[in-house]
């Protein structure tokens, strides 16, 4: 993650969001010389994520500030755990201290907010989806696996999904699709298809995709697929999306289906509380 260009440019954007008239405050009010050491602390139980970033921040304003990291991404701490200490310019550390504390907050956030629900999940794969905060992909997927999730396909291009759109815009609807797909895909790429009913689901193991998703699907729905794929010859990985909740997770589970994925992960992921604060200042 740490040399990624895509996270750079978006540290980049956030630094001159921030500071692209100066931090007016910090230069009124304190010396350009002063010195101080800051920690960043955990206010709430969380998972720490984004630790790393800390430091692309720093070398990306270009600042005079030393990063002492004093936890680990995927470290489940408690509060008033400090988290990193920075040492350097005191307007440097005040200048970063909002832009730090931004990617912290949110990506230690969807880290314990996807740990909470794989503790539930127990037994099944969890997996995100492309429902990201925009230029956020790279960085919101990596901390779904810090708290223990699996990423799905990151792009459009690294992974075939067949959705209800595709099938729908295809004159000879699913089959039609399938075959053009089975036809001319990559050999060595997955491949994906969402059914609605059972009657796509038949028709898709016909094509033998590496995975099904059922999309929508009630319990009973479920049940009744599980019981074809019981009577199927070829029995490919089974994914469940939609309306997938904690209640619902053991359920899934007894059903016998191997994954969920749920956009929820990242969409309702709420940041977690972690600051700043000032400690033996020169």
Known sequence: MKGAPLVRK???LALEEDLALGDVTSELSVSRDHQSIARIIARQPLVVCGIEVISMIIEEAKFHVTVNNRCQDGTLVQPDVILAELSGLTREILAAERTILNFLQRLSGVATHTRDFVAEASGLVVLDTR??????RM????AVTVG???NH?????????VKNNHIDANSHGMRGALQKIADQKPFYMPWEVEVRNTEELLAALDFKPSI???DNFSDDDIRAAMALLAKSPYRPLIEVSGAVTKKRLSALRELGVDA???GFLTTHAPNVDISMRMVNPS
């Open 131 to 136: 429902k990201t905060l925009p230029g956020w």
């Open 139 to 142: 960085l919101d997927k990596y």
């Open 10 to 12: 978006l540290v980049a």
């Open 153 to 161: 396909r990151f792009s459009l291009g690294d992974m075939i999904l």
């Open 260 to 262: 969920v994925s749920a």
């Open 148 to 150: 223990g999730g699996k």
């Open 212 to 214: 099904i998703m059922l």
